[in-house]
């Protein structure tokens, strides 16, 4: 797993690559939000387009990072949820809790 | 001179030298330590007396036209006594230091007798002289005179004693070297008593054994025919005298050095080497010169004084390089033969192999360094995974080092693939804190220890004790042994991780021990349904569980399934809060109620953790034969219906434990004769073959469909048969739990 992330227009876009499945590369994750709220920078949309796959560790992680981001008071979105993420989300009914778009620029816009 | 006098001569400066030479060595080991400067003047003036005694034998003052004759300058000779004060002041701080930390300000009144006794030879040896100091001259006051008269007589009766001192100082002086002797072989006797250590002991046993062994020959040669009448022969003398001088000062020299400084086979070797190195380059200039000046004389038919003399500076300009190279020659050739080095590598590697612990590697590899190269001093860095960054310790200092990442000199380091001085190393001086620390501690040499792509660490060394340069068999040397540490720590490595794997395993076994008894032991049984169920933890144990607890008195009973996220311990743990919280909301009025509930109480515990669950609860009512429930996030339970259609038990809420005050809806279905409840976990779902293949929902509907005229419990062990069959011999990745629930058909069929 890989992470890339830039800001635009104050919000903060994280884009992982590959599968989220926990283990030490997700600490980086955890690492790079809490960095972000450390810096004031709350709004943060992560690009699910290049995601593959995520298991209850992976899904953990975004959970917490929504968590942490809302007691900060910011929001962390997600945008371009692939099918099989979507299908993730809705069986766990966490569709009702992110808040998913399915573009960046929605996303954005959203904010 | 005589033959056997001239050997006595020979042997006497040989004796002599050698004491000087080591008193020499042991003060430039560390001139700090009080203990190597007490020793060193005391082997130095041990040395002076038999070096005093061979030059006596050969500018003897009774010679006539020796210079020395009549000088009382003779008797500086007797400074070698001071020997006897240097050894009972040894004998204080040997084995250990009595005069630490206390202010003595007497100690060096051990001096005085001797120095006193010096200063009356070499000023006053004749006792007329003496008297004639106080002969005053007669004055013209009678007064005056009947005063100086009277002074005289006081003094003279003062200076009596010190007359017959100086006429028996031999015997006098014999007594107090005596004293002194005995006096430091008892404070020595004391010191053994109190050490503990063996190694000490021995030094010390070794010390008290020669100098009784020269005190017994000093007693019989020097002493006692001084007392009585006992006359010997010069050459006995001699011979005694040589025998006393190296027992006695031989094997303080040979503890000391043996033990404490170096490796003194090593040294007895090199100063060989060095005097024979010497003595063949004399041998051929005195042999070449000769030649070369008989050579010129037949040439010119005269002496030419002038050549030799330009002869003599040419030599002393080339003999310090030439000598130089013929000990580098003979020092390859017979110290450092490269058996040595095979030897020093085949024993550490039987020596360092078997370590598993760090600490103990390093103590042994210093141990050898310290022994085979006479390295002074050996630092340790390595990388710990605790701490994430190097350390650097040093045997002598009690507190390691943390290093900083970004030091310029770790990067250097970094790239080094053999040993390297420090001061080759460029980027050194860029403001690295551990340069400095290598310019404090003397690092002459660093190790690197590389594996294929980290370094793990490295060693470094201090210049050796012997003086020797490092060279190329040495760098040859660490390399194999930085190559055997980089195996050896691996290996500490591995056994470390397997350490932290048995842990693990062992709180796993914990932790699965939790989740067993979580499950209940046998499901509730009812006259018109069946259930079946089964949970296998995985080897990773998760947070599965399922449990059933009655919800009133006429046989209504809720159901869980549920899948708390992550492994292990923390898993387990919350997976014993959740069903503890549900067992206490369970039986309300309303299910999505008391999911909610649970959900608030079970976030408020779990706060912040990442930690959450997926969880199906349900209430079947039996006399209605209907079944309540609410989904937080977990697969989709199946009913398959006795036509074979089917439905997902989808109503409900998001995951427990990750956000509070959220909704749990809940939804009620009636359940006929024949109808087939399946709740599941998605270790079953998401089980996978060979080719990275979900089992999937698809599969269990299938396989529910075609058989949910089955029992209950052929359903359970069928399903977890085609799944083993689907997935192939692999280990499962995750918790597998399922429940079978199968309402009884009315014909009384399962």
């Known amino acids: 797993m890989k992470i890339n992330h830039h800001e635009e227009s104050g919000i903060v876009i994280i884009a992982p690559k590959g599968k989220i499945m926990g283990g030490p590369e997700s600490t980086a994750l955890h690492d790079l939000l809490h960095d972000l709220i450390e810096q004031k920078k709350t709004s943060v949309i992560i690009d699910l387009a290049k995601v593959d796959w995520m298991n209850s560790t992976g899904l953990g992680l975004l959970i917490s990072g929504l968590t942490t981001l809302r007691k900060a008071g910011g929001e962390l979105k997600l945008a371009n949820v692939t099918d099989k993420i979507q299908s993730l989300l809705t069986i766990t009914k966490l569709v009702t809790v992110f808040k998913s778009f399915d573009s960046i620029d929605e996303a954005v816009k959203s904010f | ?750």
Do not use: C
């Open chain 2, 1 to 750: 001179m005589s033959t056997s006098q001239l050997i006595f001569t020979l042997a006497y400066f040989a004796l002599g030298g050698g004491l000087i030479y080591l008193a020499v060595l042991i003060i430039r080991d560390s001139a700090r330590v009080r203990l190597n400067r007490i020793t060193s003047v005391m082997l130095f003036l041990a040395g002076l007396g038999p070096v005093f005694a061979a030059l006596g034998t050969v500018i003897s003052p009774y010679q006539s036209g020796s210079p020395l004759k009549e000088s009382p300058l003779y008797n500086l000779f007797y400074i070698w006594e001071l020997f006897f004060p240097a050894l009972l002041y040894f004998s204080w701080v040997f084995p250990f230091d009595r005069l630490e930390g206390k202010k003595v300000r007497w100690r060096w009144m051990v001096f005085v007798p001797h120095l006193f006794h010096i200063f009356l030879l070499v000023f006053v040896s004749d006792t007329d002289k003496l008297f004639g100091l106080i002969v005053f001259e007669q004055g013209d006051s009678n007064l005056l005179n009947s005063i100086k008269e009277s002074i005289t007589s006081v003094l003279t009766w003062l200076l009596i004693p010190l007359g017959l001192v100086i006429t028996s100082h031999k015997k006098f002086f014999s007594i107090i070297n005596l004293a002194y002797v005995i006096g430091a072989v008892s404070f020595l006797y004391i010191g053994m008593k109190h050490v503990t250590a063996d190694r000490l002991k021995k030094q010390v046993r070794v010390i008290i054994m020669g100098l009784h062994a020269s005190l017994g020959v000093y007693i019989f040669t020097f002493i006692l025919p001084n007392l009585i009448p006992l006359e010997l022969s010069d050459n006995l003398k001699f011979v005694l005298g040589a025998v006393m001088l190296l027992v006695g000062t031989g094997s303080i020299a040979w503890a000391i050095i043996r033990y404490q400084f170096l490796d003194v086979q090593l040294i007895i070797r090199q100063s060989l080497v060095y005097t024979a190195s010497s003595a063949i380059l004399v041998g051929s200039y005195l042999f070449a010169i000769t030649r070369f000046s008989s050579f010129l004389e037949t040439l010119f038919g005269k002496q030419m004084p002038i050549i030799n003399i330009a002869l003599i500076v040419v030599a002393l300009m080339l003999f310090q390089p030439i000598n130089a190279q013929i000990d580098n020659i003979i020092k390859r050739m017979f110290l450092r033969d490269k058996s040595d080095y095979r030897n020093i590598a085949n024993s550490l590697s039987a020596q360092i192999i078997n370590i598993l612990d760090r600490q103990q590697l390093f103590q042994v590899v210093e141990k050898v360094l310290n022994t085979s190269l006479l390295i002074k001093s050996v630092g340790f860095a390595i990388y710990d995974d605790e701490q994430k960054a190097y350390i650097y310790f040093i045997s002598s200092e009690a507190e390691p080092i943390n290093l900083s990442e970004t030091d310029p000199l770790l990067g250097a380091i970094g790239q080094l693939k053999t040993p390297t001085f420090f001061d080759q190393i460029d980027s050194w001086n860029l403001g690295s804190n551990l340069a400095t620390h290598f310019k404090v501690g003397g690092v002459q040499m660093i190790v690197p220890l590389n594996d294929r792509e980290h370094l793990l660490g490295f060693m470094t060394l201090t210049d050796k004790m012997s003086g020797f340069k490092f060279g190329y068999e040495d760098s040859t040397l660490l390399s194999t042994l930085a190559n055997q540490m980089v195996i050896s720590l691996t290996n500490v490595r591995l056994y470390r991780e397997s350490l932290v794997r048995q842990r693990l395993q062992e709180e796993m076994n914990l932790a699965r021990q939790i989740q067993m008894d979580l499950l209940p032991d046998t499901p509730p049984q009812g006259k018109n349904y069946s259930i079946a169920a089964h949970s296998t933890p995985s080897r990773t144990v998760g947070g599965d569980f399922y449990d059933f607890m009655d919800t009133d008195s006429k046989g209504s009973f809720g159901l869980v399934i549920a899948d708390v996220s992550g492994k292990g311990m923390p898993a387990a743990l919350l997976a014993a809060q959740i069903q503890a919280v549900i067992r206490s909301e369970s039986g309300g009025s309303d299910v999505g109620e008391a999911i909610a509930n649970v959900n608030n109480l079970i976030t408020n515990l779990s706060s912040s953790s990442g930690k959450y669950a997926t969880l199906f609860y349900g209430e079947f009512d039996p006399e209605k034969s209907s079944f309540e429930f609410s989904n937080a996030g977990h697969n989709y339970p199946l009913l398959i219906k006795a036509d074979g259609s089917h439905e997902f038990l989808q109503a409900g809420g998001t995951v427990i434990g990750a956000f509070e005050q959220v909704p749990y809806d809940s939804h009620s279905v009636k359940l006929d004769p024949n109808d087939l409840l399946f709740f599941y976990t998605d270790g079953l779902s998401e089980a996978m073959n060979n080719d990275d293949e979900e089992y999937g929902e698809d599969r269990i509907l299938e396989f529910l469909k075609n058989n949910r005229t089955r029992s209950s419990e052929y359903i359970r062990a069928g399903i977890l048969a085609d799944v083993d069959r689907f997935a192939g011999a692999g280990v499962e990745d995750d918790d597998t739990t399922l429940i079978v629930f199968k309402i009884n058909g009315t014909d009384g069929n399962d």
